[in-house]
């Protein structure tokens, strides 16, 4: 390759600072030299500020009752309303990927050790075991929380992709709730990817009932209530999808003709089922989708963004496998077998254009 390409180690940067935000939310505040080194974290690189200030925003927002105030650089809130504190945070390692978990507690439900919160930065996955032996496939930069009380089994998709291994319980229902969309199963497998105000489900195993959720100020008894008092939850059946099958739940914002149902309803077969799952086993797998689609699948996994130098050049066939997040093996192999040429252009960006080979 012309230039070899290190991307930022993004675990690193996440573990730093989720470890910055649990000290600003301790009882004691940050010495005179724990602000200036804070500052100075701050200013070593953009990337720094913005993931803590993503981590601090996911923080406050997760649930009406966990209020965490952050103070930067000095900006102290005038009060400080009762919050609950972390208790830990984890960091894992499974084959080259490491992911970064944030686990907050949530008020009143000590049901199970499992609730809170998790993430995963840009290039990584995470297998999540939750207590009733069920398990969560968090894929690259995606974020979850968990919320399992005494009648129910909840999960929240706040970012990114999941897929869903669940356990069978027919007396505490599996919730998946992510945008618009709620989707409840209570024995299958299933994966739920958010997506530019969609979501897509696709099933592998057994069947889910998918549902729109439409948030209302409450006025009286309704279908149901969200932790957030005064919310009230109205939940319409869109219909449910089998082992095989797949569909898209639509954002609140559309047509109100399209959102009252499923969109892309389709039967999956075997082997594309097995591409579109390739990720859960660690690889990426093409067959034939155009350049420009396989830069954006492989762009989840890294932080740099690709571009082509000429719409020919997005539109050449791919096929192949390649280990997730492995992207500078697919700049490689686009140079030695494609005959193209890879530029690393700036600090994050990447050109892709027609090679000697290709022009002759």
Known sequence: MKKVIDFPDGSTIEQQAAEWLIRLDGD?????????????????????????????????DMDVLTDLAIPLEGRVPES?????????LVAAAASVFVAIGLAVFLAGDTSSDANGLYATAVGQQRLIELPD??????????????????????????????????AENAEKPFRVFAGD????????????????????VTVTEGIVALE?????????????????????????????????????????????????????????????????????EGVLIFSGEPLEEVARQIGRYTTAEIEFADPEVGAIRIGGRFPVGA?????????????????YTADD????????????
Do not use: C, K
């Not at 894929?139 to 129910?152: C, E, F, K």
């Not at 992207?327 to 530029?343: A, C, P």
């Open 28 to 60: 004691e505040a940050l010495s005179t030299d724990e602000r200036q080194n804070l500052s100075e974290w701050l200013a070593r690189s953009p990337a720094h500020r913005e993931h803590l200030d993503r981590l601090a925003e996911l923080w406050i």
């Open 349 to 360: 960006r990447v050109l892709i254009s027609a090679g000697d080979r290709r022009r002759q």
């Open 327 to 343: 992207t500078e093996t697919m700049f490689e192999t686009l140079e030695d077998s494609f005959g193209l040429n890879v530029t």
């Open 181 to 200: 969309g709620r989707i409840r199963a209570l024995g299958t497998a299933f994966s739920v990817y958010m997506r530019d105000g969609a979501v897509d």
């Open 80 to 88: 400080r309303p009762a919050r609950f504190r972390p208790s830990w």
């Open 212 to 280: 729109r959720v439409d948030r209302t100020q409450a006025t009286g008894e309704g279908s149901g209530m969200s932790a957030a008092a005064g919310i009230e939850l109205q939940i319409r059946e869109l219909g449910s999808l089998r082992a095989g099958q797949g569909a898209t739940i639509l954002t609140s914002a559309g047509d109100p003709d399209q959102i009252a149902r499923l969109s892309n309803l389709e039967s999956i077969e075997p082997r594309e089922m097995q591409r579109r799952m390739a990720w859960t």
């Open 133 to 166: 032996r069920s398990s969560v496939n968090l894929n690259t930069d995606s974020q979850i929380r968990v919320n399992y009380g005494p009648a129910y089994r909840d999960v929240y998709l706040l970012l990114g992709e999941a897929h869903f291994f669940v």
